[in-house]
């Protein structure tokens, strides 16, 4: 792989790990508003 | 979109933003002399690893915090920081292996730097698994605060083992008895930038998770009302007689 394939995989890992980490507690947090009836 | 949604994601924009930043600058850096543009790595690996010690620390100031003066508050802020601590030692392994790959050879090696991080992240995965062994808030942070605190330990043996035992790992970057080896003033404009976004995601992070914790300490509050009965829903509580 070149080096630009080996860059493209480390901020892929990065940005990508980063955005699901973020998205798994804002999905979390409006489930549980839901659950308590609150609005968003 | 009313002031309150605004307020509740003001967190996702300054960590979009900053990271926005830190992208563009480790892409307009210089290539280095040695290893060409592997060198952009650097700009994710090296603020991921200083944020796994942040974390950590957070963590260990918390678990004193909370052993000193008994409120949960601060068992929060240790939890939810050892949450985001093993995200981001997580996150250092994989980059430092996709790094080894492509300029050692190997996806991985038993090195001093390598083996202590593996196992600091193993350890602060046991201090997540030690709070899902009971439901009493009290017991819990107990036993996390003491896990939290002598965990800590691992963040000065990992960080000078580079130091301390021959092994590949380069040694360290920027905090060395000789000051900084990266002397190119864009190269450490980015790699600042880089911790400085990376920071910005880990505060954000913390606010979002610490007010998932207060969420769920309402939900649990509200399903433990839920389960008992209410004398008043079927009975009228009787006057004792006593003044209110």
Redesign the interface.
């Known amino acids: 792989?070149s080096?630009?394939g080996?860059?493209a995989?480390?901020?892929g890992?990065?940005?990508g790990?980063?955005a699901a980490?973020?998205a798994s507690?804002?999905i979390?947090?409006r489930k549980?508003?839901t659950?308590?009836g609150e609005n968003? | 979109m009313t002031a309150q949604?605004r307020t509740r994601r003001w967190p996702?924009a300054a960590?979009a933003l900053s990271?926005l930043g830190a992208?563009t600058l480790a892409m307009v850096s210089p290539a280095d002399s040695v290893q060409?543009?592997?060198v952009?790595?650097m700009y994710?690996?090296v603020p991921?690893a200083w944020l796994a010690y942040l974390a950590f620390a957070v963590t260990f100031v918390g678990s004193i915090a909370y052993l000193v003066a008994r409120r949960l508050s601060w068992d929060r802020i240790a939890a939810a920081s050892a949450e985001i601590g093993v995200?981001f030692t997580g996150?250092t392994i994989?980059?430092g292996m996709?790094?080894g790959?492509?300029t050692w050879g190997v996806w991985w090696t038993w090195d001093a730097r390598l083996t202590l991080t593996a196992i600091m992240f193993f350890v602060y995965l046991g201090y997540l698994a030690l709070r899902r062994t009971t439901d009493d808030p009290i017991a819990r942070a107990n036993r996390a605060a003491v896990l939290g605190i002598v965990g800590a330990v691992q963040i000065p043996l990992v960080h000078f083992s580079v130091v301390w035992w021959r092994g590949l790992h380069q040694p360290p970057s920027i905090i060395r008895p000789d000051g900084p080896a990266i002397q190119d003033s864009m190269m450490l404009v980015a790699l600042f930038v880089g911790v400085v976004a990376f920071t910005v995601?880990y505060v954000?992070?913390m606010v979002?998770?610490i007010?998932?914790m207060h969420?769920?300490d309402?939900?649990d509050a509200?399903e433990r009302a839920g389960d008992q009965p209410v004398a008043g829903e079927a009975v009228t509580a009787p006057n004792l007689g006593g003044s209110a």
Do not use: C, N, P
Request: aromatic residues 16%; glycine residues 2%.
């Open positions: 792989m080096h630009w080996w860059v995989l480390a901020y890992v990065t940005y790990s980063l980490f973020a507690i804002a979390r947090i549980t508003r659950t308590l968003q | 949604t996702w960590s990271l992208f060409g543009d592997l952009r790595i994710v690996h991921a995200y996150l994989a980059l996709i790094w790959k492509s995601v954000s992070l979002k998770r007010e998932l969420l769920d309402r939900l509200a």
